[in-house]
């Protein structure tokens, strides 16, 4: 399945390859240039169908589960206070997206949107730690029982394009498509302290499938 996040992009790149292909075989009768336009235009749009994939996940059994927002690898965790929406001590988990990845965003929680901001910025690579803060960037605050989480959707050298389906006081549930980054990216997620994290450094996980962590919500 194409992600409808993708649809603008798969049908712009189809009347391009037309576009391309048709003024070839008009404009030469070069029969091995035809054919490797032909081919190129073809492993181009192998890579665009598979970029904008969307496969359908199952949710992990159990409650109170923080769950992957994105497809990609663990590639920090660290304690930090948060500023901007939790106002607290907390540990956040960093996931990084490459070109291979889905890049189809889910929800890590259910709840309610407290918060969303897009931050515009640079777009240095994604892998670093220090494009959480100077990339651009979208930040959504979701709070469930008193529990809550920040997730940012963090653009990088190659993907320029965040969408984030989201508006403020909308109710969310836990694994649905939120939005996506287009072409390698990267996503963090920071949550209370207190929060038990259940991934560690190189793991490899998948959204709506993997748990991050679990919590005890602050009240029921």
Known sequence: ???????DVVLKFIILA???????FTFTNSLIFQYTVVFVMGIAAIFVLYFFRDPDRTLPPGEYL????ADGKIVLIKELYESEYLNAEAV????FMSPLNVHVNRFPISGHVEYFKHIPGKFTVAYHDKSSDVNERTLIGIENSGYKILFKQV?????RRIVADIKLGQQVTMGKRLGMIKFGSRVDVIMPKNTTISVKLDDRVKAGESVLATYTPAHS
Do not use: E, L, N
């Open 18 to 24: 037309f576009i391309i292909i048709g003024s070839t």
């Open 66 to 69: 923080v769950v992957s927002p």
């Open 1 to 7: 399945m194409i992600s409808r996040y993708g649809y």
């Open 92 to 95: 956040q988990v960093s996931i």
């Open 155 to 159: 653009a990088g050298t190659i993907a």
